[in-house]
Structure formats: C-alpha cells, structure tokens
C-alpha cells in the first residue's frame, strides 16, 4: 500500500519561513515525479511544485517562484518544500502527490500551514 | 500558463440521475486531462487519466471525454456516495494546473 504522510505545518508569521516534509512508502520513491499541491481555506486546488524521481527537472508555480524551494532525498524516501517570505496568502492544506503526466495518483493527507501575525 | 475552466460551479441532482461536468483549458492539452474527487476534510482522489482512462478501482458508471480545449466527467447513475467537489486538471504543460472545481449534491 502507497502511504504518503506530510508533516512540518504549523503557525508562522508574514516573512517567516517553514519546512514542510512528505514521508513515502510503498513504491520505488526515486523512479516517480513528486508534487506540492495546496487548498486554501474553502478554496480549489493549486499545483505549487514539482520534481522528478532524478531531481533533474523542477518546476514551480509563478506565484511561489523564488520563495520556495522543492527538494528530494532518495535515500529516504522523502519529499521536501522550503517555504521562505511567507505570506497570507500562502495559507493554506498543503499535500504532497505522486505522479506526474498521467495524473497525480496518490496523495497524503495534507498538513495546515497559517500565515498570521 | 494554461487556465482551466470548470462549468458549472455547482450543481444538484437526484439519485440516478446523468450528471455531466465540462471542463475547458484556455489552449490545446491534446488528451493530457485529469480528473479528481474530493469529499470534505480528505485528500482529492484521482479519477480518470489521459481525458478517458479510468484509474483502477474507479466505479464504471465514471467516464470521461474529450480533446484539444473539451473535456467533460459523466457520471452515467449518480449514487449518494458521489456527492463531493469535482476537479480536472491539465498535466499537458510542465506548469500543471486545476479547474476551480464543481460543487456536486445530492437532492
């Protein structure tokens, strides 16, 4: 079974930053592209972040291009986001997802990231 | 940046009912559509791939069409268990990008 658990949300201040960690199991994690997807409160879905299995190609959306930043480490199986000049607007269920052209087919649970002073 | 459209936002039918949501990209996606369902408080579920493809474990009365700008989910007998918020999702630019989703209730 494909579990995917985030973790590292929490309150943090306009300007602040946070780090965000998604724990994978149950595939092979270095072969498949990871994302970052995130809901703001009764808001849709928005694609933030992606990186393939080699971290050879990575991509962002424009509305956190040069605040954030998406790692991998293979070794253990996890996804990383580096979130830095956070803002009120990045409030917001951030998941992680697997996948990639053909669609994001596994999701974790998500964690709760609240920008506010 | 692709922009994804939803119609309608919202939407409320009976049980057994045909329910049809369109979904439109403001420029050609070939066939690289993907649906979601979402139920308050859980993760999105993924539904269908490639416009058409249903993912496994996906009940058969969820379909999917469409290509180029024009893709619609249909829902062919609507079940109580299918009340949830519907998102496609275009993965043709290496930006992906969602719709705003379709609100879906049961009468």
């Known amino acids: 079974e494909v579990q995917l658990v985030e973790s590292g949300g929490g309150l943090v201040k306009p300007g602040g930053s946070l780090r965000l960690s998604c724990a994978v199991s149950?595939?092979?994690?270095?072969?498949?592209?990871m994302n970052w997807v995130r809901q703001a409160p009764g808001k849709g879905l928005e694609w933030v972040s992606s990186?393939?299995?080699?971290?050879?190609?990575?991509y962002y959306a424009d509305s956190v291009k040069g605040r954030f930043t998406i790692s991998r480490d293979n070794a253990r199986s996890s996804l990383y986001l580096q979130m830095n000049s956070l803002r009120a607007e990045d409030t917001a269920v951030y998941y992680c997802a697997e996948g990639g052209s053909y669609g994001l087919e596994n999701w974790g649970q998500g964690t709760l990231v609240t920008v506010s002073s | 940046d692709i922009q994804m459209t939803q119609s309608p936002s919202s939407l409320s039918a009976f049980v057994g009912d045909r329910v049809t949501i369109t979904c439109r990209a403001s420029?050609?996606?070939?066939?690289?559509l993907n649906w979601y369902q979402q139920k308050p408080g859980k993760a999105p579920t993924f539904l269908i791939y490639g416009a058409s493809n249903l993912q496994y474990g996906v009940p058969s009365r969820f379909s999917g069409s469409g290509s180029g700008t024009d893709f619609t989910l249909t829902i062919s007998s609507l079940q109580p268990e299918d009340s949830a918020t519907y998102f496609c999702?275009?993965?043709?630019?290496?930006?992906?990008?969602f719709g705003q989703g379709t609100k879906l209730e049961i009468k």
């Open positions: 999702q275009q993965s043709y630019s290496t930006l992906y990008s």
């Open positions: 149950g595939l092979t994690f270095s072969t498949y592209t």
């Open positions: 420029q050609s996606i070939s066939s690289d």
């Open positions: 990186i393939s299995g080699s971290s050879s190609y990575i």
